[in-house]
């Protein structure tokens, strides 16, 4: 029923755009109907997922395909967790497009944009139920062309299509490690299905080998560092609803594909646990690192996305350590955190980019040191950015709070228990600092773009945004409220998304309720959100018999808005600490003499990977293999020769030159 | 239930008072007599009298600074044992909420100060969530000694195996996170050697500055919220640099109360002896923290 349910939402996703294509370039009607056809998806979707989730029951439908023989699609508790934030948002970000992307009023392609949102989402819809390596990267392919053409929407942008391009090389790059890692699997035990590996067929070797090449071929999509260059460019240069459904739904497809090949592995040794903590250790700190020294809005929630895939690893690290030593409440509570976090990163992070539209359709900006001042113009987009800031920074009572708390208790377990895999503990720390480091991104964000004054008059037009942009906001923002005071919800969800990843049934692992007192944590939560409200609503009453004047500003007679901390100058402490990491390039002013001239500054952070490695090297290899341009010249005649040449060396190949050799020489 | 009620009448009636014994121990230092021992109350009672002036670039965020930091200082205080005598809640993974919590009230203090549109209090909000970044994991590695000693992950249980003595190899460690967490008080409440309370010139301050423009009740709650926090992290070290439990409740009450007080004096004589960190040096000091804590970890692995 569920298989049924979720076919039918991947193709009326799959036509959603076609509609629009068809129909005029300026024409509302046309996005009206793909907005219609892909709530109608997400609704379908959404209920087949739950269906699966609330009582699994593991099928398979086959269909025939050519060359293959046969393929399998079927849906499992594990495939249906990660179906539920694909159609939650391919939906709510097709009504947000209706406002922020509006045909009718000059967008650019807003077709081709409708046509490939259907496609994506349908793509990601195949690849989640796959279970035959060829549905799979049939779904993975439409997903990564799809989003190629989502990035380039802007292509009137030089920006866009270097991003554009930047992906795509990525993306298949990460295709080609997808494709030696099917083709060495069939060689090894002879089908493509989607099965357990069995020992015996592969050895250790190899099953290190396709470890390996599943977390390249994976990492290069859900922008594991050092594969994650191409993020920041694409996530920043796409429509926001389009960098919301990539941050969002798009990375978690290569944790999914992490997540299902190596619950196919038999057996993980210390080393695969230990990898996967490593690099979500690294991933998550040097992506909030990065993140805090940019002052492109878009660009920072690029990063912070890299930070929270690597939180994302880290979970799913310390759950195959749990499998490694045979500690069932290590693989619950990791990979409860886990996949808690990738629905908590989809929800705030979409509603971050949601909102982060918001602001740079009212104000034409995107650089943060212009802005300041907006939570007077644009109330509600204010409040649901600092929704999503408190969430995003793990901070109770929303739901970041309650992912990074499963996470923790597992870390904490690991020391407390001992024995093999207990060196898991240092990511404790390391957490902490994340956490710590994204309250500071966040209040940076939230303070330089909407508290304080303008510091340019960009803002000064700022109109709220339309209901169609609002409505997906408020839901995602209700969604994070409420698993962060409700998490009692979500933990059957989780238990039964978890027991499919182990390959237990369910009553064989503990319950995640049993581990972590959620009805106590749930008490708590709407305690602090009813007690926070009321003393605002107390304290706000002194301001009706209070007066308002200037900011005191310890007495500063003339403050002007140009004097406030900018983003970069409030992160400038944390990034001067990471300096030897981050490497910012300052341009300093150039003052000269008693009276100088006006004069610019300037600062930005290179990207460690893209900007200071792949680009020179690039460079490098185009320098020496320019060389060989020369016999690219045009002229036909020595093409020819070119030609006579090699059927000549192909002729004399056949000459047996022994046996000259022998009558000439020997004899 | 008396404990109870205790707890509560003690978080709330009693954290100003340690403001007042600072400054009668840094007024003894200075050989002045000083402002009187409940000095602090009567400020209070003064600044909630008053009426509030608020700057005309500030938003709903200005006024939920304060009642954020007050809620969330509370609630923690509720999770902290006082002086051996078990919280009023405890449950699994409490620790991390405690710590979070503080959290929550750093992104809402800091986000009242954005708010205001002033440089100064800029400075000190990028201070603050600066210094933060190397606090937490000093706090979390003092957690975790503290978690593969006593084998629970909720405040109560952590510190209530110290009644019963200590096995030879804890002794160490605990030590060096009693000193890790003490630092971390201190950048936590901001005191020297970290921060200034007394001063207010904008190079020097850190909590200061970012109430620059609260006043009236904000103010006076900004003020008991300091107070309570100082309080109850003061009170969650004390549980383990002073294991000694009597087992009388009374009694324990007022051996708490008396180690408080002690506390808070040798702070003052703190702020009476030492001078402020220059402020690119402070994050020596909280790396040093985050050293001494992990130092301990490494001993108890060992």
Known sequence: MSTILVLTAITIAAVSGIPGVLSRRDSAAGQIVASAFMILSAAAGLFGAAIQLTRPVTTGTVFPWPAMGNTVVGVDPLSAFFLVPVFILGGLGSVYGLGYWPAAHGSRNPRRLQFFWGLLVAGMGLLTIAKHQMAFLLGWEVMALAGFFLVATEDHREESRQAAWVYLIATHVGTLVLFGLFAYWKSRTGSFLMEMLPRETIGMNGLNVVFLLILTGFGLKA?????????????????????????????????????????????????????????????????????????????????????????????????????????????????????????????????????AGSVIRSTGAREMDQLGGLAGKIPWTAALFLTGAVAISGLPPLNGFISELFLYLGLFQTTIAGGTGS????AVPVLAMIGALAVACFVKVYGTVFLGTPRS????????????????????????????????????ILDAAGAAWAGRPLSDVPPLASLVPLGTLSVFAVTLALTILATGVVLSRTKKTGRSAGTWDCGYALPTSRMQYSASSFAQSIVDLFSRVLKPRIHHPEIIGPFPLPSTAESHV?????????????????????????????????????????????????????????????? | MTDLLIHIVVLLVLPPLMFGVIGKVKALFAGRVGAPLFQPYYDLFKLFRKRVITSTATTWIFSTGPGVTLVTVCIAGLLVPF?????????????????????LARFFTAGAAL??????????????????????????????????????????????????????????????????????????????????????????????????????????????????????????????????????????WAVFIAEMVALSGIIGVIESTMARLRMNRVPVLLVSAVLLCGFAFILLVR
């Open chain 1, 457 to 492: 008059p960009v803002g000064d037009d700022a109109t709220e945004a339309p209901f169609t942009m609002r409505l997906p906001m408020i839901v995602l923002a209700i969604l994070c409220g409420t698993i962060g005071l409700a998490p009692f919800l979500v933990s059957p």
């Open chain 2, 115 to 252: 708010d205001t549109g002033s440089a100064f209090e800029g400075m000190g909000a990028a201070r603050d969530v600066s210094f933060s970044v190397l606090a937490e994991p000093a706090l979390f590695i003092a957690f975790l000694v503290l978690a593969r000693i006593s084998g629970s992950l909720s405040v109560n249980g952590m510190v209530q195996g110290f009644t019963t003595g200590f096995s030879p190899e804890t002794i160490a460690p605990v030590i060096l996170i009693s000193l890790g967490l003490f630092v971390i008080l201190l950048t936590e409440t901001c005191r020297i050697p970290v921060d200034d309370p007394a001063t207010h010139l904008e190079l020097t301050m850190i909590h200061e500055v970012m109430v620059l423009d609260h006043s009236g009740p904000l103010l006076g709650v900004i003020l008991y919220s300091s107070a309570m926090k100082l309080f109850v992290l003061g009170a969650f070290l004390l549980n383990i640099a002073v294991p000694f439990s009597t087992g009388n409740s009374w009694l324990d």
């Open chain 1, 423 to 426: 060196a898991a503990v240092i």
């Open chain 2, 83 to 103: 002086g051996h005598i078990p919280s009023p809640v405890s449950f699994t993974g409490d620790v991390i909420l405690f710590a979070y919590l503080f959290g």
């Open chain 1, 223 to 355: 922008g594991i560092m050092p594969f994650h260059f191409w993020l920041p460019a694409a996530h920043a240069n796409a429509p926001s609803h389009v960098s919301a459904i990539m941050s969002g739904v798009m990375l978690k497809m290569g944790i999914y594909g992490i997540l299902r090949f190596v619950s196919l592995l038999p057996d993980p040794p210390v080393a695969w646990g230990a990898l996967l903590l490593t690099l979500g250790m690294i991933s998550g700190l040097l992506g909030v690192v990065y993140a805090i020294a940019q002052h492109d809005l878009k660009r920072l929630l690029a990063y912070h996305s890299i930070e929270n895939i690597g939180i994302i690893l880290m979970g799913l690290g310390l759950a195959l350590l749990g499998r490694t030593a045979g500690r069932p409440e290590w693989v619950v509570l990791g990979m409860a955190g886990s996949l808690l976090h990738v629905w908590n990163h989809s929800f705030f992070k979409a509603l971050l980019f949601f909102s």
């Open chain 1, 606 to 667: 290179d990207d460690a990977v893209l900007d200071r490695f792949l680009v020179p090297a690039a460079r490098r290899i185009e320098k020496t293999i320019g060389w060989f341009r020369r016999f690219q010249h045009g002229v036909t005649q020595r093409y020819l020769l070119y030609m006579l040449v090699a059927v000549v060396v192909l002729l004399a190949s056949q000459i047996p030159f022994g046996e000259i050799l022998n009558r000439f020489f020997y004899r």
